[in-house]
């Protein structure tokens, strides 16, 4: 990380980190630990009372790993060479390895961009568990102001899978796409000429490509109008619901923040910043089924249709390019998963952001990093034959 960002007083015109530039790839490290002086955020406090993290008592392996370009490696080969920031490896719910890389500590909060997605599922699984939330019903139930654009016909199931008709593209490299345009109206970059003011703003303005209810397209707008749902459902905006549902009943350790939107609305797709070891703990509450100790935070039910959702749910993603990356895939209440056998859960942001969680193995792997692109087949695919290559040595198993 380059030390004369934000350093001295005040800092050297090139050193400024700041909402112009703060996602270019040699001011990523500094920002995704300090969001919250860039952008506004609201808290998502944690309680008086965390879920320990009892030490294993076997040590980390470093097994061998086949890279994406067909080179033999070590999980340490990999890590050293994916940017990672921290990362934590959990065994039957204990801590096998915790270790944290150019300046970050244990009570850092890190940017989890959509891995946050996973968080807003969660809340709207506990919402319909609740009898809060129903996924069968129109987005527009719940926020009628939607029927006037793309969102119209859409069921709140089909936001929870990104199967919806909207036109929307995700391309981060194109700063003409509705995904950067979409940034600019959260408050994630300055506002040019015409832009709609706040995240709702700008959901009312998407058209529509093609029917609801199709293929799987990875759209972030989809989460943003989940979230909207979710604080229609409930009456609460998203940062108290995560503390209330989710962070608090799980164990969390520290505070998280989330980034809020020039009018403050939270920014479901990606604002999330938090500890290394709070999102280990998600990961090991989703290996847990849900539960942590005797109390069932997530609805069982919600994690087990996640985990089998049907032959329609994976045909819609066998149809897209997804697949060469996570064979076998399916994406389901805002959740990633892929199979070569026993299904693993996957929960996943831009520029490195992954927990993985093997629920056979009983292997949970929280990292976070700092890629200077937003996405790299070559990082990505490395990681995940890693963390594969880590479940199969510590379980004793010889699964691919």
Same mark, same amino acid.
């Given at each position: ?5 934000? *350093?001295?007083?005040?800092?050297? &015109?090139?050193?400024?980190? =700041? ?33 320990? $993290? ?5 040590? $980390? ?23 990672? =920031? *921290? ?39 506990? $919402? ?15 926020? &009628? ?8 016909? %859409? ?11 909207? *036109?929307?593209?995700? %391309? ?16 994630? *970059?300055? $506002? ?165 969680? =093997? ?12 890629? &200077?692109? &937003? ?17 199969? %040595? ?7």
């Amino acid at each position: 990380m380059r030390p004369d960002l934000m *350093a001295g007083f005040p800092p050297s &015109p090139d050193g400024v980190v =700041d909402l112009s530039n703060w996602q270019e790839p040699d001011r990523l490290p500094w920002a995704f630990r300090h969001l919250r002086e860039i952008i506004p955020t609201q808290p998502i406090s944690a309680g008086t009372d965390p879920a320990p $993290l009892r030490a294993a008592a076997t040590g $980390l392996p470093n097994p061998q790993v086949l890279r994406l370009d067909g080179r033999q490696s070590t999980w340490e080969e990999v890590l050293a060479d994916t940017h990672t =920031d *921290a990362v934590m490896v959990l065994h039957d719910g204990a801590v096998v390895d915790e270790r944290y890389f150019a300046g970050m500590t244990d009570t850092s909060r890190h940017l989890i961009m959509s891995v946050s997605k996973s968080l807003v599922g969660c809340v709207a699984g506990v $919402l319909a568990g609740q009898g809060r939330l129903d996924p069968a019903v129109p987005v527009t139930d719940y926020v &009628p102001e939607m029927d006037g654009c793309g969102y119209r016909g %859409a069921m709140v199931r089909d936001v929870l899978d990104m199967r919806t008709g909207i *036109a929307f593209s995700e %391309a981060y490299t194109d700063a003409d796409s509705e995904v950067r345009a979409m940034e600019r109206a959260l408050g994630w *970059a300055p $506002l040019q000429p015409g832009d709609p003011r706040g995240g709702y703003a700008f959901l009312r303005t998407i058209g529509t490509s093609g029917p609801h209810g199709g293929r799987f397209t990875y759209r972030s707008a989809d989460t943003d109008m989940l979230g909207w749902v979710c604080e229609r459902a409930a009456g609460v905006r998203m940062a108290d619901l995560i503390s209330t549902l989710i962070w608090r009943p799980m164990g969390a350790e520290f505070d998280a923040d989330i980034t809020c939107d020039p009018v403050g609305i939270a920014v479901h797709d990606g604002g999330v910043s938090l500890t290394l070891r709070d999102l280990a703990r998600f990961g090991r509450m989703l290996a847990d089924g849900g539960r942590v100790g005797d109390r069932q935070v997530i609805p069982a039910g919600w994690l087990a249709d996640a985990y089998d959702p049907g032959a329609e749910v994976r045909d819609a993603f066998a149809r897209t390019d997804n697949v060469t990356m996570l064979p076998g895939g399916w994406y389901r209440n805002q959740f990633w998963f892929y199979s070569a056998g026993d299904p693993v859960l996957l929960c996943l942001g831009i520029h490195g952001q992954l927990v993985y969680v =093997d629920r056979v193995a009983r292997v949970v792997v929280a990292k976070l990093s700092s890629w &200077p692109d &937003p996405q790299h087949a070559g990082y990505l695919g490395d990681t995940l034959r890693g963390c594969a290559a880590l479940a199969r %040595a510590l379980s004793g198993s010889d699964r691919v």
